[in-house]
């Protein structure tokens, strides 16, 4: 079936974009970059069944070779915002009645009727067969944006009057006029090659045929797709990697501890393969690390760095500060106010008291998933504003915060918001203030520090919430289990969110770490599916939900990765509008050179940022009930209705989530999708989200039996503070004191003066660098080499073993 389909962007500087890059990648070829000495192979794929560049005839023909071309076009180009190509994708007749001949002969007459090649420009074609059982047949065009010189020796001038209808989205340049014009002509140059075959097949203006039911092919169809979506993005989107203290800064910015495996998966994206294993052995003797050991002195297999360290004992030390400013009134009176509480049960009651009348300046509780842990918050802010306490709700995330406000928090603001807010100036924060902090296992070390010593500096109590099973910050963090562990804390345990006894029982499983006793309790009650591949288990689960007797935003489906959310969405989508449940005017929107989404009256969409102008929050979902160019009104699960202009507000389609977005909901009927990818943390979260109903799918391409999938699900992170570890150094002062025998009273007394001095540095310390907005560019920059050297990650790690 022939199908209407073109797209064009450009292949810029400003997004990461590199000609040798993108034409190695569409033909198949290894091209180095000789301005930077990197070197891109994408010779290993095997679906490029036509390749040719196209030049107009008094061009000198060494630019037939794509490393030549795609050479001169980097160094015609000296900006950094240069535009580069443009890169056309034009969808191919996979109708049996042609060949690749005839495939060839319509590509060669679209490119014709563009013009291109006859106004100075030169094109590289390359034709990409399809998989087995698909049927996208697709030509690649990259059309230089410079116009050949008389001579035709070099690149010159830049073709602007060939492209006056460059757009701008949010910064980024694409062209949607020429696309529709490169849109049309290809489906009439189609239509007119079928014509005159004696052909009465015709160009479907549709992309696709919906069927009833979004079977495993088609499923395998969209998971291709957004994979291949991924794989060009990740051409653009390669990480600044500058020398050792460029790679332990990649690593240290999500995780506090690492091991070798980490240090190599940190460089594994750069091109230049014979730099890894140098990169790799600088790291390992860099003056920064510091190697970890158990208490005990055994070896561990991780790593810290020392500015790390150093953040964490400064976390500990101010928190010791913290934890001494006692103030709180009429203790006896919260008492009473507690003991008559009728909306709590004994647990919640004794949490009450250990968060509110506590001698200590840190009260932390614990609760696991579903154990009623915001309505306890609820109650305290009602009794501490009753007796006369200055309360403010904080939480890592606007969703959470939120949350703080349903429950009655008249003062609540995310974290770093907060914190922003009080270094410009713009909020006040009155001494003694009772500072409560929900989901507080999600706030990263640096938010830490600079909230403790705001603590400290306002005499503040602090009252932290949240569960270190749970998810923990995007940014490194792992200090919400140090600090419950030092300062004690009351741990929620009862489940309450789960309706059904067993659904209880399982969720305490996973709680508890047990996911043999949860996966069996799965199976007991029929809610483990498996099928053979991902795109069968994508496909049941999509059956699944679309029979589900709960309305749309009553049910949620939960995987790890944002490649899976998207195919799922797309599925999901797809079935809607075949079974007539999503119908009316689809509108396109661009997010990027690379992506765009359509959206139509009816579609479930997850908001991922806050606009306090809309007051909607980062995560939010709603369901959009009327939609033009410029104008899309929806209305959010909690009932809002607002009307926003779709490219000024980040949002997508909200069927299928990833599970951090998913923390701290609670919904009627939720899907798992399991593919591999998780750990104990994502697998906790993700099964104790549901009320009334759940299933978790799985496959066997990446789960071969019921062993490995509790391994699997079972999977411990890195996500742990390096204070659960000794250093050497540690190691050695203690085995120095107990060698030595030195009396107790005189190891108090040094360990006193080490206290005085860290302190005064601690209370002179600022951090002017955490109140900048970091934005990391996505960039490669590597050191030049000599000769090639193809090395596996595999034989990296052993190496520096």
Not at 12 to 41: H, M, P, Q
Not at 188 to 208: C, H, M, Q, T, W
Not at 404 to 416: E, F, N, W
Not at 419 to 444: S, W
Request: net charge positive; glycine share 6%.
């Amino acid at each position: 079936m022939a199908i209407q389909f073109a797209r064009i962007e450009i292949v810029g500087r400003s997004s990461g974009g590199n000609s040798c890059c993108k034409a190695a990648y569409n033909a198949r070829l290894i091209i180095k970059d000789e301005s930077t000495n990197v070197t891109y192979n994408f010779a290993r794929k095997g679906d490029n069944v036509y390749h040719t560049v196209l030049l107009p005839n008094y061009v000198d023909k060494r630019f037939k070779d794509p490393r030549v071309l795609m050479n001169e076009v980097e160094r015609s180009e000296k900006r950094k915002n240069s535009q580069l190509l443009k890169d056309v994708v034009i969808a191919l007749p996979d109708d049996k009645e042609l060949d690749l001949d005839d495939r060839i002969a319509i590509t060669h007459e679209i490119i014709e009727e563009m013009g291109w090649v006859k106004n100075g420009l030169g094109v590289q074609v390359d034709i990409h067969q399809p998989q087995t059982y698909e049927k996208n047949w697709h030509a690649h065009l990259l059309v230089t944006t410079r116009r050949f010189t008389e001579d035709g020796k070099a690149l010159g001038a830049k073709a602007v009057d060939l492209n006056p209808k460059f757009a701008k989205v949010k910064g980024k340049a694409f062209i949607i006029p020429e696309g529709e014009i490169i849109h049309e002509r290809a489906k009439e140059v189609i239509n007119k090659y079928f014509a005159k075959l004696g052909l009465e097949i015709r160009v479907d203006p549709i992309s696709f045929v919906p069927q009833q039911h979004v079977g495993p092919t088609r499923m395998r169809s969209i998971i291709n797709e957004i994979s291949e979506q991924n794989k060009i993005c990740k051409l653009a989107h390669l990480e600044i990697i500058k020398g050792e203290d460029g790679v332990l800064d990649r690593i240290i910015r999500h995780q506090t501890i690492f091991t070798k495996f980490d240090i190599a998966k940190a460089v594994k994206e750069i091109p230049a393969e014979e730099g890894k294993l140098k990169l790799l052995r600088e790291v390992l003797n860099s003056d920064r690390l510091i190697k970890l050991y158990n208490a005990d002195g055994t070896n561990t297999k991780y790593y810290t760095t020392k500015d790390v360290r150093e953040e964490e004992l400064r976390i500990v030390r101010i928190a010791n500060n913290v934890n001494s400013q006692m103030h709180f009134s009429n203790v006896l009176k919260i008492k009473s106010d507690i003991a008559n509480l009728t909306s709590v049960n004994e647990a919640q009651k004794a949490s009450l008291q250990h968060i509110l009348i506590n001698s200590q300046g840190i009260r932390i509780v614990r609760g696991r998933a579903g154990t009623g842990k915001s309505q306890v918050l609820a109650e305290a802010y009602k009794i501490a504003t009753n007796h006369g306490q200055n309360v403010i709700g904080l939480s890592p995330t606007h969703k959470a915060a939120s949350e703080l406000k349903s429950k009655g928090y008249r003062k609540c603001h995310t974290v770093k918001g907060f914190l922003f807010r009080l270094y410009n100036g713009k909020a006040e924060l009155p001494r003694n203030t009772t500072l409560v902090v929900d989901e507080a296992g999600m706030v990263g070390n640096s938010d830490y520090l600079e909230l403790l010593k705001v603590a400290r500096n306002n005499n503040c109590n602090l009252i932290l919430a949240g569960d270190e099973r749970q998810l923990t910050s995007v940014e490194r963090g792992g200090m919400f289990a140090v600090l419950a562990n030092k300062f004690g804390s009351y741990e929620l345990s009862k489940i309450r969110r789960q309706n059904k006894v067993w659904a209880r029982e399982m969720t305490s499983c996973f709680a508890k770490s047990d996911i043999t006793g949860g996966v069996h309790l799965l199976t007991q009650h029929n809610c483990l599916k498996v099928d053979h591949t991902l795109a069968e288990s994508m496909a049941r689960l999509i059956d699944d939900w679309s029979n589900s007797k709960f309305a749309l935003n009553e049910r949620l489906i939960i995987t790890m990765r944002n490649a899976e959310v998207d195919s799922i969405n797309q599925g999901i989508r797809e079935l809607l509008k075949a079974k007539g449940l999503l119908t009316g005017k689809e509108y396109r929107l661009y997010l990027s050179p690379k992506k765009y989404e359509d959206y139509i009256a009816g579609d479930r969409i997850l908001f991922k940022s806050t606009n306090k102008d809309l007051q909607i929050e980062n995560g939010e979902f709603a369901t959009i009930t009327a939609v033009n160019n410029d104008r899309f009104i929806a209305k959010t699960d909690s009932g809002k209705e607002i009307a926003f202009n779709p490219r000024e507000v980040s949002f997508k389609h909200g069927y299928a989530s990833t599970v951090y977005k998913a923390q701290g909901s609670s919904i009627k009927d939720v899907y798992v999708l399991h593919n591999l990818a998780g750990n104990s943390r994502n697998s906790y979260v993700a099964m104790t989200r549901h009320i009334e109903e759940v299933k978790l799918y799985s496959n066997r391409e990446t789960t071969k039996d019921m062993a490995s999938l509790i391994s699997q699900l079972s999977k411990s992170d890195n996500n742990l503070a390096s204070i659960n570890f000794k250093s050497l150094e540690e190691l050695r002062t203690q085995e120095i004191q107990h060698n030595t025998g030195l009396p107790g009273i005189i190891i108090k007394i040094g360990n006193w003066f080490k206290w005085v001095v860290k302190d005064i540095h601690d209370r002179s310390h600022s951090n002017d660098n955490y109140y900048h907005l970091k934005i990391f560019t996505n960039t490669i920059t590597v050191k030049k080499r000599q000769k090639p050297l193809v090395i596996t990650l595999s034989i990296i790690i052993k190496k520096i073993q």
